[in-house]
Protein backbone atom coordinates (compact mmCIF):
# COMPACT_ATOMS: atom_id res chain seq x y z
CA UNK A 1 0.00 0.00 0.00
CA UNK A 2 0.86 3.44 -0.52
CA UNK A 3 -0.23 7.01 0.53
CA UNK A 4 -3.57 6.88 2.51
CA UNK A 5 -3.14 3.10 2.08
CA UNK A 6 -3.67 3.82 -1.91
CA UNK A 7 -3.41 0.49 -3.38
CA UNK A 8 -0.10 -0.58 -5.47
CA UNK A 9 -1.82 -1.85 -8.06
CA UNK A 10 -3.35 1.04 -9.11
CA UNK A 11 -0.41 3.53 -10.71
CA UNK A 12 -1.00 6.78 -11.81
CA UNK A 13 0.83 8.04 -14.71
CA UNK A 14 1.60 11.83 -15.56
CA UNK A 15 0.77 12.50 -19.13
CA UNK A 16 2.59 15.93 -18.89
CA UNK A 17 -0.52 17.60 -20.60
CA UNK A 18 0.37 21.10 -21.09
CA UNK A 19 2.66 20.65 -18.28
CA UNK A 20 3.08 18.30 -15.36
CA UNK A 21 0.48 17.30 -12.84
CA UNK A 22 -2.68 18.46 -15.45
CA UNK A 23 -3.84 15.14 -16.56
CA UNK A 24 -3.59 11.17 -15.54
CA UNK A 25 -3.64 8.36 -17.43
CA UNK A 26 -4.36 5.16 -14.32
CA UNK A 27 -2.79 1.70 -14.97
CA UNK A 28 -4.47 -0.74 -12.99
CA UNK A 29 -2.51 -4.21 -12.27
CA UNK A 30 -3.98 -7.46 -11.54
CA UNK A 31 -1.29 -10.56 -11.85
CA UNK A 32 -0.01 -10.66 -14.88
CA UNK A 33 -2.58 -8.50 -17.03
CA UNK A 34 -3.72 -4.81 -16.94
CA UNK A 35 -5.83 -2.06 -18.16
CA UNK A 36 -5.28 1.82 -18.54
CA UNK A 37 -8.19 4.00 -17.86
CA UNK A 38 -7.83 7.07 -19.94
CA UNK A 39 -4.69 7.64 -22.49
CA UNK A 40 -4.39 11.61 -22.47
CA UNK A 41 -3.10 12.33 -26.14
CA UNK A 42 -0.83 10.94 -28.56
CA UNK A 43 2.14 12.38 -27.02
CA UNK A 44 1.16 10.47 -23.89
CA UNK A 45 1.23 6.95 -25.15
CA UNK A 46 5.06 6.54 -24.57
CA UNK A 47 4.71 7.50 -20.96
CA UNK A 48 2.03 4.94 -20.87
CA UNK A 49 3.75 2.12 -22.35
CA UNK A 50 7.09 3.15 -19.96
CA UNK A 51 4.88 2.72 -16.99
CA UNK A 52 3.63 -0.41 -17.93
CA UNK A 53 7.30 -1.89 -18.58
CA UNK A 54 8.51 -0.36 -15.44
CA UNK A 55 5.62 -3.27 -14.11
CA UNK A 56 7.08 -5.57 -15.80
CA UNK A 57 4.23 -6.39 -17.97
CA UNK A 58 4.09 -6.36 -21.97
CA UNK A 59 1.79 -4.67 -24.06
CA UNK A 60 0.59 -8.20 -25.30
CA UNK A 61 -0.90 -8.56 -21.36
CA UNK A 62 -2.98 -5.23 -21.29
CA UNK A 63 -6.69 -6.79 -21.94
CA UNK A 64 -8.76 -3.19 -21.47
CA UNK A 65 -8.22 0.25 -22.17
CA UNK A 66 -10.81 2.16 -21.04
CA UNK A 67 -11.61 5.42 -21.68
CA UNK A 68 -14.25 7.68 -19.32
CA UNK A 69 -15.24 9.97 -22.33
CA UNK A 70 -14.59 11.59 -25.59
CA UNK A 71 -13.05 14.52 -24.47
CA UNK A 72 -9.79 14.68 -26.00
CA UNK A 73 -7.54 14.84 -22.91
CA UNK A 74 -8.90 11.22 -22.01
CA UNK A 75 -9.25 9.44 -25.02
CA UNK A 76 -7.19 11.58 -27.27
CA UNK A 77 -4.64 8.65 -27.23
CA UNK A 78 -7.32 5.76 -28.01
CA UNK A 79 -6.05 4.37 -31.31
CA UNK A 80 -2.39 5.02 -30.73
CA UNK A 81 -2.58 3.35 -27.56
CA UNK A 82 -4.32 0.10 -28.97
CA UNK A 83 -2.28 0.08 -31.63
CA UNK A 84 0.77 -0.59 -29.26
CA UNK A 85 -1.77 -3.01 -27.53
CA UNK A 86 -2.94 -6.13 -29.64
CA UNK A 87 -5.18 -7.83 -27.48
CA UNK A 88 -6.82 -5.02 -26.02
CA UNK A 89 -10.54 -4.36 -25.84
CA UNK A 90 -11.54 -0.89 -26.14
CA UNK A 91 -14.05 -0.37 -23.29
CA UNK A 92 -16.71 3.00 -23.19
CA UNK A 93 -19.89 4.08 -23.04
CA UNK A 94 -22.05 2.80 -26.09
CA UNK A 95 -22.50 7.00 -27.02
CA UNK A 96 -18.95 7.09 -27.78
CA UNK A 97 -18.47 3.78 -29.76
CA UNK A 98 -19.19 5.15 -33.03
CA UNK A 99 -16.95 8.51 -32.38
CA UNK A 100 -13.98 6.17 -31.73
CA UNK A 101 -14.46 4.08 -34.86
CA UNK A 102 -14.93 7.45 -37.16
CA UNK A 103 -13.53 10.53 -34.74
CA UNK A 104 -14.11 13.18 -37.80
CA UNK A 105 -17.34 14.62 -36.42
CA UNK A 106 -15.60 14.63 -32.55
CA UNK A 107 -12.63 16.03 -34.21
CA UNK A 108 -14.39 18.91 -36.04
CA UNK A 109 -15.73 20.18 -33.06
CA UNK A 110 -12.68 20.35 -30.84
CA UNK A 111 -11.56 21.91 -33.79
CA UNK A 112 -14.19 24.97 -33.69
CA UNK A 113 -12.87 25.59 -30.29
CA UNK A 114 -9.04 25.17 -30.56
CA UNK A 115 -8.55 25.95 -33.94
CA UNK A 116 -6.18 24.21 -36.04
CA UNK A 117 -2.68 25.71 -34.38
CA UNK A 118 -3.35 24.67 -31.10
CA UNK A 119 -5.59 21.42 -31.76
CA UNK A 120 -2.48 20.06 -33.47
CA UNK A 121 -0.12 21.35 -30.80
CA UNK A 122 -2.05 19.70 -28.09
CA UNK A 123 -3.71 16.15 -29.67
CA UNK A 124 -1.94 15.42 -33.15
CA UNK A 125 -3.29 13.20 -35.22
CA UNK A 126 -6.52 11.29 -34.31
CA UNK A 127 -7.17 7.82 -36.07
CA UNK A 128 -10.08 5.40 -36.07
CA UNK A 129 -10.52 2.48 -33.93
CA UNK A 130 -11.27 -0.57 -35.49
CA UNK A 131 -15.32 -1.27 -34.54
CA UNK A 132 -14.45 -4.96 -34.11
CA UNK A 133 -12.35 -3.59 -30.59
CA UNK A 134 -14.68 -1.59 -29.02
CA UNK A 135 -17.15 -2.53 -26.69
CA UNK A 136 -20.11 -0.35 -25.58
CA UNK A 137 -20.37 -1.17 -21.49
CA UNK A 138 -24.00 -1.09 -20.14
CA UNK A 139 -24.69 1.00 -16.87
CA UNK A 140 -23.84 -1.70 -14.17
CA UNK A 141 -22.20 -3.96 -16.23
CA UNK A 142 -19.38 -5.95 -14.84
CA UNK A 143 -16.15 -6.94 -16.82
CA UNK A 144 -13.12 -8.94 -15.27
CA UNK A 145 -9.53 -8.27 -14.91
CA UNK A 146 -8.00 -11.89 -13.84
CA UNK A 147 -9.99 -12.21 -11.06
CA UNK A 148 -10.74 -8.27 -10.74
CA UNK A 149 -13.89 -6.49 -10.96
CA UNK A 150 -14.84 -3.73 -12.85
CA UNK A 151 -18.48 -1.98 -12.59
CA UNK A 152 -19.13 0.68 -15.23
CA UNK A 153 -21.30 3.17 -14.11
CA UNK A 154 -23.22 5.43 -16.43
CA UNK A 155 -22.74 9.44 -15.04
CA UNK A 156 -24.85 12.23 -16.21
CA UNK A 157 -23.58 16.01 -15.75
CA UNK A 158 -20.28 16.47 -17.11
CA UNK A 159 -20.84 14.64 -20.55
CA UNK A 160 -23.98 12.08 -21.71
CA UNK A 161 -21.50 9.89 -22.83
CA UNK A 162 -19.17 9.45 -19.27
CA UNK A 163 -18.95 6.58 -17.56
CA UNK A 164 -16.90 6.14 -14.03
CA UNK A 165 -15.59 2.40 -12.99
CA UNK A 166 -15.62 0.85 -9.67
CA UNK A 167 -12.77 -1.18 -9.02
CA UNK A 168 -14.09 -3.13 -5.98
CA UNK A 169 -11.03 -5.05 -5.47
CA UNK A 170 -9.23 -2.08 -4.78
CA UNK A 171 -12.40 0.00 -3.41
CA UNK A 172 -11.59 2.28 -5.95
CA UNK A 173 -13.57 4.52 -8.33
CA UNK A 174 -12.27 6.56 -11.49
CA UNK A 175 -14.16 9.06 -11.99
CA UNK A 176 -13.00 11.10 -15.05
CA UNK A 177 -14.40 14.41 -14.68
CA UNK A 178 -17.46 13.30 -13.18
CA UNK A 179 -15.69 14.09 -9.14
CA UNK A 180 -13.94 17.47 -10.59
CA UNK A 181 -10.97 18.25 -10.88
CA UNK A 182 -8.59 19.52 -8.53
CA UNK A 183 -5.08 18.95 -6.28
CA UNK A 184 -4.59 17.68 -2.89
CA UNK A 185 -1.62 17.37 -0.04
CA UNK A 186 -0.47 14.24 -1.84
CA UNK A 187 0.27 16.19 -5.03
CA UNK A 188 1.60 19.26 -3.71
CA UNK A 189 2.38 20.85 0.01
CA UNK A 190 -0.83 22.67 2.13
CA UNK A 191 -4.87 22.08 1.93
CA UNK A 192 -6.14 20.75 -1.49
CA UNK A 193 -9.32 21.55 -3.28
CA UNK A 194 -11.73 20.31 -5.65
CA UNK A 195 -14.01 21.97 -8.62
CA UNK A 196 -15.94 21.43 -10.92
CA UNK A 197 -15.74 20.68 -14.75
CA UNK A 198 -18.36 22.59 -16.90
CA UNK A 199 -16.65 22.23 -20.28
CA UNK A 200 -18.12 22.11 -23.50
CA UNK A 201 -21.17 21.72 -24.02
CA UNK A 202 -23.45 19.17 -21.81
CA UNK A 203 -22.75 20.93 -18.00
CA UNK A 204 -26.33 19.43 -16.04
CA UNK A 205 -25.93 20.94 -12.94
CA UNK A 206 -28.79 18.66 -11.18
CA UNK A 207 -27.17 15.48 -12.79
CA UNK A 208 -24.15 16.55 -11.69
CA UNK A 209 -25.55 16.16 -8.39
CA UNK A 210 -26.91 12.75 -8.52
CA UNK A 211 -23.53 11.84 -9.97
CA UNK A 212 -21.49 12.48 -7.19
CA UNK A 213 -24.35 10.75 -5.42
CA UNK A 214 -24.05 7.66 -7.39
CA UNK A 215 -20.20 7.82 -7.04
CA UNK A 216 -20.42 7.94 -3.01
CA UNK A 217 -23.09 5.19 -3.22
CA UNK A 218 -20.25 2.70 -4.62
CA UNK A 219 -18.91 3.11 -0.99
CA UNK A 220 -15.61 3.52 -2.86
CA UNK A 221 -12.97 5.40 -0.68
CA UNK A 222 -10.95 6.70 -3.43
CA UNK A 223 -11.73 8.56 -6.03
CA UNK A 224 -9.39 8.63 -9.17
CA UNK A 225 -9.90 11.83 -11.11
CA UNK A 226 -8.37 12.68 -14.33
CA UNK A 227 -6.85 16.05 -12.96
CA UNK A 228 -5.40 15.32 -11.33
CA UNK A 229 -4.15 12.23 -9.04
CA UNK A 230 -6.01 10.02 -6.13
CA UNK A 231 -8.48 11.53 -3.69
CA UNK A 232 -8.32 9.25 -0.48
CA UNK A 233 -11.08 10.05 1.61
CA UNK A 234 -13.53 10.53 -0.90
CA UNK A 235 -16.67 11.31 1.74
CA UNK A 236 -14.42 14.88 2.49
CA UNK A 237 -14.30 15.76 -0.53
CA UNK A 238 -17.65 15.80 -2.26
CA UNK A 239 -19.23 18.73 -0.40
CA UNK A 240 -16.04 20.67 -2.00
CA UNK A 241 -17.16 19.80 -5.21
CA UNK A 242 -20.92 20.20 -4.09
CA UNK A 243 -20.51 23.63 -3.57
CA UNK A 244 -18.61 24.65 -6.88
CA UNK A 245 -21.78 22.89 -8.67
CA UNK A 246 -23.53 25.06 -7.28
CA UNK A 247 -21.31 28.20 -8.12
CA UNK A 248 -21.01 26.79 -12.04
CA UNK A 249 -25.05 26.35 -11.54
CA UNK A 250 -25.29 29.91 -10.29
CA UNK A 251 -23.20 31.43 -13.45
CA UNK A 252 -25.31 29.53 -15.69
CA UNK A 253 -28.33 31.30 -14.57
CA UNK A 254 -26.93 34.79 -14.85
CA UNK A 255 -25.68 33.97 -18.18
CA UNK A 256 -29.15 32.74 -19.29
CA UNK A 257 -30.67 36.49 -17.78
CA UNK A 258 -27.87 38.57 -18.95
CA UNK A 259 -28.36 40.42 -22.15
CA UNK A 260 -25.48 39.21 -23.75
CA UNK A 261 -24.60 36.14 -26.44
CA UNK A 262 -21.47 34.96 -28.42
CA UNK A 263 -17.81 36.28 -27.32
CA UNK A 264 -19.65 38.78 -25.07
CA UNK A 265 -21.11 35.84 -23.06
CA UNK A 266 -18.30 33.64 -22.89
CA UNK A 267 -15.90 36.78 -21.44
CA UNK A 268 -18.63 37.56 -19.18
CA UNK A 269 -18.98 33.49 -18.09
CA UNK A 270 -15.43 33.26 -18.29
CA UNK A 271 -14.77 36.35 -15.46
CA UNK A 272 -17.73 35.16 -12.86
CA UNK A 273 -16.06 31.35 -12.96
CA UNK A 274 -12.41 33.28 -12.46
CA UNK A 275 -14.51 35.09 -9.49
CA UNK A 276 -15.63 31.77 -8.01
CA UNK A 277 -13.07 29.49 -8.64
CA UNK A 278 -11.27 31.95 -6.45
CA UNK A 279 -13.70 32.63 -3.63
CA UNK A 280 -13.58 28.66 -3.81
CA UNK A 281 -10.21 28.45 -3.54
CA UNK A 282 -10.30 30.46 -0.20
CA UNK A 283 -13.24 28.53 1.09
CA UNK A 284 -10.96 25.56 0.49
CA UNK A 285 -8.15 26.71 2.61
CA UNK A 286 -5.26 26.83 0.22
CA UNK A 287 -2.43 28.07 0.96
CA UNK A 288 -1.27 29.10 -2.30
CA UNK A 289 -4.09 30.46 -4.43
CA UNK A 290 -2.12 32.00 -6.89
CA UNK A 291 -0.35 28.59 -8.19
CA UNK A 292 -3.72 27.34 -8.08
CA UNK A 293 -5.84 29.40 -10.00
CA UNK A 294 -2.97 29.62 -12.55
CA UNK A 295 -3.18 25.84 -12.93
CA UNK A 296 -7.22 26.42 -13.39
CA UNK A 297 -6.63 29.00 -15.92
CA UNK A 298 -7.91 26.37 -19.08
CA UNK A 299 -10.66 25.27 -16.60
CA UNK A 300 -11.89 29.44 -16.43
CA UNK A 301 -11.53 29.16 -19.99
CA UNK A 302 -13.55 26.42 -20.37
CA UNK A 303 -15.83 26.31 -18.18
CA UNK A 304 -16.73 30.06 -19.03
CA UNK A 305 -17.37 28.75 -22.62
CA UNK A 306 -18.85 25.64 -21.54
CA UNK A 307 -21.55 27.85 -19.46
CA UNK A 308 -21.93 30.21 -22.37
CA UNK A 309 -22.61 27.47 -24.71
CA UNK A 310 -25.37 25.92 -22.81
CA UNK A 311 -26.85 28.84 -22.08
CA UNK A 312 -27.58 29.93 -25.15
CA UNK A 313 -29.05 26.12 -26.61
CA UNK A 314 -31.80 27.12 -23.30
CA UNK A 315 -32.69 30.04 -24.49
CA UNK A 316 -33.35 28.67 -28.03
CA UNK A 317 -35.13 25.98 -26.15
Known sequence: MTHDNLPASIVTIDCHY?????????????????????????????RLLTALAEQGLRPEQVDYVIITHLHLDHAGGTAELM???????????????????????????????????????????????????IHGVADGEVVLLGTRTLRFLHTLGHASHHVC???T?????????????GLNDAVRPGPG????????????PEAARAT???????????????HFGPFPRIHEWAPKLLRSIGQMEAILQEGLAAPLEGD???????????AAFDDHLAWCGVTNPEADH?????????????????AERMRRR
Request: charged fraction near 20%; include cysteine; hydrophobic fraction near 45%.
Open 18 to 46: VSEKRAAAYLIIEGDRAAFVDNNTVFAVP
Open 169 to 181: AANAIFTGDSFGV
Open 264 to 274: ALIQHCRNRVA
Open 193 to 204: FLVCSAAPAEFD
Open 212 to 226: VAQILGTSATAAYPT
Open 294 to 310: AWLEGDIKLNGFGLAMV
Open 83 to 133: KHCPNATLLAHPKAVRHLADPSRLVQSVLAVYGEEDFSRLYGHIEPVDTER
Open 165 to 167: IHD
